[in-house]
């Protein structure tokens, strides 16, 4: 669920080094998921999504990997660039909307 | 449009002023939500419209907020009697009729209230 009130959890990475961003989520009968990058001063934008009856898919350099047992939501960024520092955030449906975690802020360092 | 448009990108206001927030969404979205975001916070949810249903108001913290929407097209979110608290960016996004899939989003409206 939302984290709202809390700051958020800092990653810090390596250039070129692959980051790992975690999610948990609470209603166990969400069947749909997604990750969104927000960038300072801009909306958050799509990044990847997957479904329930997937436990991995693959983009251009991210992944998403899902843990239905334990309702654990991973993203992957591999050879992380400076562009990549951002605000991370995932979702899951929950009846009719998407209910989105606290988000997590990536430093990539040069 | 090509995207989820919000205006104006940046109000300052004094406290007690009235303010309304602007959102067109992606033509042929049927849903549309609002949230606001604190500094360095994440995305809280304010309301939620489908269609032609009742709106989802779950999420509107106080009775100075309320939010309106036209068919299935603008949507203005308005806050009476602005309090500093009030300080965020409210985001608006908006997506298909499937219920709960992704969302694209406007890229906010910063309001600050002195």
């Known amino acids: 669920g939302e984290s709202v009130g809390l700051h958020l959890p800092t990653l810090s990475v390596q250039e070129g080094d692959n980051s790992i961003i975690n999610c948990a989520y609470s209603?166990?009968?969400?069947?749909?998921f997604i990750w969104y990058k927000q960038e300072s001063g801009k909306g958050p934008q799509f990044i990847i999504d997957?479904?329930?009856?997937?436990d991995k898919r693959q983009g251009q350099r991210v992944t998403v990997l899902l843990n239905k047992t334990v309702k654990h939501l991973s993203l992957q960024i591999a050879a992380t660039q400076p562009g990549d520092s951002a605000v991370y955030f995932c979702a899951s449906n929950a009846g009719n909307m998407l209910t989105f975690g606290g988000g997590t802020r990536l430093m990539v360092k040069p | 449009g090509a995207g989820v448009s919000q205006s104006p990108s940046n109000k300052v206001t004094e406290k007690g002023k009235d303010v309304e927030l602007r959102c067109d969404p992606i033509?042929?979205?049927?849903?549309l939500y609002w949230y606001r975001q604190r500094l360095g916070q994440g995305l809280e949810f304010l309301i939620y419209?489908?269609?032609?249903?009742?709106?989802?108001k779950s999420g509107l913290p106080s009775d100075r907020f309320s939010a309106e929407r036209t068919g299935e097209s603008v949507s203005t979110l308005t806050i009476q009697r602005t309090q500093q608290e009030d300080s965020a960016v409210y985001l608006c996004a908006s997506s298909t009729d499937t219920p709960g899939e992704k969302l694209f989003f406007g890229s906010g409206t910063q309001l600050s209230v002195l």
């Open positions: 997957i479904r329930s009856n997937m």
């Open positions: 209603n166990s009968a969400s069947d749909y």
């Open positions: 419209f489908q269609g032609n249903s009742a709106p989802d």
């Open positions: 033509s042929g979205h049927t849903a």
